[in-house]
């Protein structure tokens, strides 16, 4: 049904080698050509083209990749600026789809054309909004709502702050209110000198939990890649059967299984190390999943185009795989973050001078009423690292998050 | 007769050639295997072995220091005919996972939806704002100043501000509210990574789908939700609904943090935190495995059905 079109776009070609060229892609059934900006003759032209599309969330809006690899193997990368839409049939020909009407007054027009008549559009019909099937009553009452829930979603986040600064005669008072009057941050500093005379030192714990989250998190990075790598990219007898499994151990994270994990880890000698925090971390099943789907979507003629140049399993991994799946990498690297983060660890590390910062701090919270200001500001401590981590780079988690869905 | 022998030796024969062609698969991808063995041996020792362990020890009396001792299906029959705390355990997972569990999973999949609406730079700010109690961790805590028990906690204070109690109410240790004030919270924290899922996956639609939608008559956004966006956002549906499954069976520290461990009468008492007793506490291993066995089984039920149900949306 699709008719075929002419597609021309401006865009940046890339060779494989790294070097850049601005100019302008034309494209019709038979290939393609690319005109460097201001010559007139085209700088490459193909006859036989094999497209892969990545669309994909950037902080730029959507951008268009497009990878051409020709009969004689050589490859070239576009990224497009504008103008050019690929589809996933786009295989074996260019096509574009047929020029959609602008307004359903335009398609009611065409329509009755095609009858041979002609008639008068009612003007609603022609009207161009964004979204053009939505009432403004309905646009109002979604602002007010996501409005007021927004607010109750963060109002506890801002008591919580509000608390960490209140001084204490402003924590008692009757009636509480929500945002100290007279702000304070003798909170934080009262919880240092709490912290410092306990026996083992704040920094301590402090360390326990950079240690154990750096190493969980890098080793997480390396092994589920890998894995996600074949499972994603090669087609072997008990791959699939294992992603569905691991797709069905996403359930099973943390608690369930903190029972027979103790009695295993117990038998490797692992209670009371470090291991037994870091080792389950690097096989979380989210990290391999998010990876395997996200590295899906890229193209396989990559992959194959890189075979055939001879290059080994692990350097198309190491060096063709991985750069390209960096959103990917950043969003595992902030979930494995995460979960380490906040770990207190209590059932499978008892020395205290291996007990993670969570677990100290939760001692802290057992010390009763007369702590409310210090709990209060060791959890906006707590809780900041991950908000703050969360906001730099949500536009690269929400990339990887676009492909996290399971196929049944 | 003839007939019969012969579809089954063909079907042999079939089954044959599948397990040659797999082997030879096999050989071929020798090198994938060596990059799949550091996880999946990691995968097996910490989530697999976990699993057949637990089964394999809720058929026996174990506490750590003596050998176990293979008692059939003793543990499970105690568990459900004797152990009243496990009743009210599950009566309470059930009812938490019963209300959280869909009305989170529809409440982020609207929100997002509505996010989507918004123009690019709010809707960073909103999904930042839905998304923060989530990954927010130990912030949950702050409810336990918010409902304190006495006339300082805040949520007392404005309803005896406004005259509608006469004295503080103890909403954390009264077996009478605390369901409800735990059904609050862990709805607060239920935009969790399904609605990050959802969030992006309402971006990644093709947007020529909504035009052509629109100039084949969809008249507004419910039509356009069930028509276009649902079937569209399948796969996302059904990885947001196994995040719900989890966060909502697995219900455990909200209740230890601001209940008490164990809670007044073990009003808030849940699966895990029932397992977390046994296991951690009595190290009654065994009885904790059978407590274990009977959740997994319950979330793979619930995941089964929940994507044979997705099977429908939109068809």
């Keep these: ?408 | 007769m003839q007939k019969t022998q012969s579809f089954t030796s063909r079907y042999l024969d079939m089954q044959r050639e599948k397990f040659r062609h797999g082997l030879l698969q096999a050989k071929k991808n020798k090198g994938c295997y060596l990059f799949l063995a550091p996880y999946a041996i990691l995968f097996f020792t910490f989530f697999i072995l976990p699993i057949a362990t637990s089964i394999f020890y809720s058929f026996t009396y174990y506490n750590i220091l003596e050998p176990a001792r293979f008692i059939g299906l003793q543990n499970y029959v105690n568990l459900i005919l004797q152990d009243e705390v496990f009743l009210t355990a599950i009566k309470n997972t059930f009812v938490i996972a019963v209300i959280t569990g869909p009305v989170g999973y529809i409440l982020s999949f609207l929100f997002a939806w509505f996010i989507n609406e918004l123009p690019k730079w709010l809707r960073a700010v909103a999904v930042v704002v839905f998304y923060a109690p989530s990954i927010a961790g130990a912030a949950f805590t702050v409810f336990s100043i918010i409902f304190r028990g006495d006339a300082y906690g805040w949520f007392n204070s404005i309803l005896m501000e406004f005259g509608l109690i006469e004295a503080p109410r103890l909403w954390l240790t009264d077996p009478n509210y605390m369901m409800t004030i735990l059904v609050i919270v862990i709805l607060w924290m239920s935009m969790g990574t399904g609605f990050l899922s959802f969030v992006a996956g309402f971006q990644g639609i093709d947007k020529s789908m909504y035009e052509a939608g629109y100039v084949d008559g969809v008249r507004n956004r419910w039509q356009e939700l069930y028509h276009i966006t649902l079937p569209s956002m399948k796969p996302m549906l059904l990885f947001g609904a196994v995040m719900s499954i989890t966060s909502a069976f697995n219900v455990s520290d909200v209740p230890r943090a601001l209940c008490g461990y164990p809670s007044t009468d073990y009003a808030a008492r849940t699966v895990v935190t029932h397992l977390f007793d046994y296991g951690f506490s009595r190290f009654e291993m065994g009885y904790a495995s059978a407590i274990a066995t009977i959740l997994f089984v319950v979330m793979i039920l619930c995941k089964k059905a929940i994507s044979a149900l997705l099977g429908r949306v939109g068809a």
């Excluded at chain 1, 600026?81 to 690929?86: F, W």
Aim: glycine share 8%.
């Design chain 1, 1 to 408: 049904m699709s008719e075929v079109n002419n597609v021309r776009s401006t865009g940046t070609l890339r060779l494989i080698d790294g070097k850049k060229f601005r100019g302008t892609l034309t494209a019709d059934e038979q290939g393609a050509a690319f005109c460097q900006k201001g010559k007139q003759e085209p700088m490459v032209q193909w006859h036989y083209a094999r497209l892969h599309r990545m669309d994909s969330i950037r902080r730029g809006g959507t951008s268009t990749q497009l990878t051409v690899i020709l009969k004689d193997d050589s490859r070239y990368v576009f990224e497009l600026d504008h103008g050019l839409k690929l589809y996933s049939f786009m295989d074996s020909h260019w096509a574009d789809k047929p020029v959609t009407p602008k307004t359903r007054g335009d398609e009611l027009r065409r329509l009755a054309e095609l009858r041979g008549e002609k008639i008068q559009v009612p003007k609603k019909h022609l009207i161009t909004r964004r979204h053009p099937n939505r009432s403004i009553a309905g646009d109002i009452g979604i602002y007010l709502m996501l409005f007021i829930v927004g607010f109750l979603m963060v109002f506890p986040l801002l008591f919580l702050v509000g608390s960490s600064l209140k001084p204490l005669d402003e924590l008692f008072r009757f009636p509480p209110p929500v945002w100290p009057q007279h702000p304070t941050t003798d909170n934080f500093s009262d919880l240092f000198v709490t912290m410092g005379q306990s026996w083992v030192p704040f920094s301590r714990y402090l360390i326990n939990t950079v240690l154990i989250t750096a190493v969980g998190t890098f080793g997480h990075l390396v092994i589920a890649s890998m894995a996600a790598f074949v499972l994603a990219k090669y087609d072997f007898p008990g791959g699939k059967l294992f992603f569905g499994v691991v797709t069905t151990c996403l359930m099973f994270s943390g608690y369930v299984t903190g029972i027979p994990n103790y009695l295993i880890m117990s038998r490797l000698g692992m209670i009371d190390t470090y291991w037994a925090l870091i080792l389950p971390a690097f096989a979380a099943p989210i990290g391999l999943f998010l990876m395997k789907q996200f590295m899906e979507g890229l193209p396989t003629a990559l992959i194959e185009a890189a075979t055939i140049d001879g290059a080994g399993r692990f350097r198309i991994f190491w060096s063709i795989v991985m750069p390209n799946v960096k959103p990917a990498w950043l969003t595992m690297i902030i979930f494995s973050v995460q979960s380490l983060w906040n770990t207190s660890a209590a059932t499978v590390i008892y020395s205290e001078a291996k007990k993670t910062m969570v677990y100290a701090l939760q001692q802290i919270q057992a010390g009763g009423i007369a702590r409310t200001g210090q709990v209060a500001a060791a959890n906006v401590i707590i809780v900041a690292v991950p908000i703050l981590v969360f906001v730099f780079s949500q536009s690269r988690i929400l990339e990887t998050m676009a492909s996290s869905g399971i196929k049944d």
